[in-house]
């Protein structure tokens, strides 16, 4: 599965009601580590299909979303359960770090 892109407009339908787990990667086009965790980011999406839903937010697009969850640092990672946030990351992961935190 691709990662998607998500805004303000589709967070509740792809995040709140998605029937399984979803990564969100909080990120911005000037971070250095947002870029160096990008690939790794769409490896997991690709691995996890069906399992996980990953999407992207773009801080510097969707503000609201950033202030809602208090992102003050990135890349921050949030896990959604059941429509809950349930795990929390913030800085550059490698890929079983990342694997570690969505269990």
Avoid at 22 to 32: I, K, M, S
Avoid at 71 to 91: H, Q
């Amino acid at each position: 599965m691709s990662v998607m892109k998500i805004t303000k407009s589709n967070f509740d339908a792809e995040v709140i009601h998605s029937d399984i787990p979803v990564l969100l990667d909080f990120w911005a086009e000037w971070c250095t580590p947002c870029k160096m965790l990008s690939p790794i980011i769409h490896e997991i999406a690709n691995e996890n299909t069906g399992k996980i839903k990953v999407g992207k937010v773009n801080v510097d697009e969707e503000p609201e979303l950033a202030t809602q969850f208090q992102v003050m640092s990135i890349p921050m990672l949030i896990l959604f359960k059941e429509g809950k946030a349930v795990n929390t990351s913030i800085g550059f992961m490698d890929k079983e770090a990342i694997k570690k935190f969505l269990k």
